[in-house]
Nanobody, 124 residues
Framework: EVQLVESGGGLVQPGGSLRLSCVAS????????IGWFRQAPGKEREEVSC????????YTANSVKGRFTLSRDNAKNTVYLRMNSLKPEDTAVYYC?????????????????WGQGTQVTVSS
């Protein structure tokens, strides 16, 4: 059974930082591109950042560029999303997803596997 498990979310003040983790099991991790998505209340799910299986390509949305950094550790079957300078508008449920084919334009629905999400709340 394939599982993607996100962790690291929580409540943080504006300007603070969090690091999200996505741990995968049940698949050949290095064969998959991994993406981070988020969905805020009342809004559509959006792509935040994604990385190809070989780590040769990384996409980051303009809304988080310069603040969020994605990295992956194939030895640990884990992808991280480091989030700095957090803003209230970053508040959302963050999901990771896996897909055999990398594309910077990645509709969430075209993922092969999904996690359950982790809540990030940025508030004073």
């Amino acid at each position: 059974e394939v599982q993607l498990v996100e962790s690291g979310g929580g409540l943080v003040q504006p300007g603070g930082s969090l690091r999200l983790s996505c741990v995968a099991s049940g698949l050949v991790f290095e064969d998959y591109a991994i993406g981070w998505f988020r969905q805020a209340p009342g809004k559509e799910r959006e792509e935040v950042s994604c990385v190809s299986s070989s780590q040769g390509s990384i996409y980051t949305a303009n809304s988080v560029k310069g603040r969020f950094t994605l990295s992956r550790d194939n030895a640990k079957n884990t992808v991280y999303l480091r989030m700095n300078s957090l803003k209230p508008e970053d508040t959302a449920v963050y999901y990771c997803a896996a897909r055999r084919t990398y594309s910077s334009s990645w509709p969430y629905e075209e993922s092969d596997y999904w996690g359950q999400g982790t809540q990030v709340t940025v508030s004073s």
